[in-house]
């Protein structure tokens, strides 16, 4: 048996894992086609590499068809219910940095709180008489932080892209979605929320909970662990 790492396949997130693994001496490579999804590690026995989209990661994670993988803290919250019940979250891996906020029109100079959204948001049901439209593909996160912080008239519209591009195109008011230099922000003139910070992410290593791991997948993960000072 060889223990599952998932991995993301593409893009900074990619990159800057092999870069993490490198400086503990664990050497990833992708197949030499750009295009191919396979790889190899060097360095340590007994684990097999999985290129998998960052977004998928928790799913596998979740169903244990991988024992470990490298995602960002987000998409574990917000693609597994209770996540907490089946991931472990052993490391930070110090880069994926990107927050999730409430965002809305600049030009909404009444609005800056997540109260002042409460009231613009039962406003705008009896102006349009239809609820204010908050766009994001963070269903879950934004569902229970508006919940928690007593926000209850609006309804969300699912955006699994340019979600910052809904409120100029007018199919939502508002959106939640990922930021990391704030320019997308700006260049939609869109504002955060000055306590619209709905959860604070970066890439972490996490440990499945419900994988099969066999004595010899615990002995590998107890080298592996030590390598990686985890
Ligand atoms: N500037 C950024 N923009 C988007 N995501 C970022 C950024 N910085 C870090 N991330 C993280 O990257 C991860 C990407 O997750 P996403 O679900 O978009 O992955 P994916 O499904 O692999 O993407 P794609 O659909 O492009 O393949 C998230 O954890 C997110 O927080
Ligand atoms: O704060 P910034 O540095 O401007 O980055 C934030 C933007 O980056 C991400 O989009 P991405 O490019 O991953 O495309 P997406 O719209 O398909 O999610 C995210 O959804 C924001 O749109």
Redesign the pocket.
């Known amino acids: 048996m060889t223990l599952k790492l998932g991995v993301p396949s593409k893009g900074r997130l990619m990159d800057k894992t092999f870069d993490w693994f490198a400086a503990r001496g664990i050497t990833m490579r992708k197949a030499e086609s750009e295009r191919e999804y396979s790889a190899t590690v060097e360095g340590i026995d007994g684990i097999e590499m999985v290129l998998l989209s960052a977004g998928e990661i928790p799913r596998e994670l979740g169903q244990g068809r991988i024992h470990l993988g490298v995602t960002g803290s987000d998409v574990v919250r917000e693609r597994l219910a209770n996540w907490d019940l089946q991931v472990n979250e052993l490391s930070d891996l110090g880069f994926g940095g990107a927050d999730l906020v409430i965002a809305v029109p600049q030009g909404w100079v009444d609005v800056d709180t997540l109260d002042d959204l409460d009231a613009a948001a039962a406003q705008f049901r009896r102006t349009h008489g239809h609820r204010l439209r908050i766009a994001t593909k963070y269903h879950r996160l934004t569902r229970e932080f508006l919940r928690d912080h007593g926000v209850a008239d609006y309804a969300l519209v699912d955006s699994q892209?340019?979600?910052?591009g809904t409120v100029k195109n007018e199919t939502a008011e508002a959106i939640s979605?990922?930021?990391?230099?704030?320019?997308?922000?700006r260049a939609n003139g869109l504002k955060i929320l000055s306590d619209g910070l709905i959860h604070s992410s970066q890439a972490r290593l996490f440990k499945s909970r419900n994988a099969e791991w066999s004595d010899e997948d615990r002995a590998t993960y107890k080298a592996f662990c030590n390598r990686l000072d985890v």
Do not use: Q, R
Request: aromatic letters at 0%; proline letters at 0%.
């Open positions: 892209g340019a979600t910052e979605d990922i930021t990391s230099t704030g320019e997308t922000l």
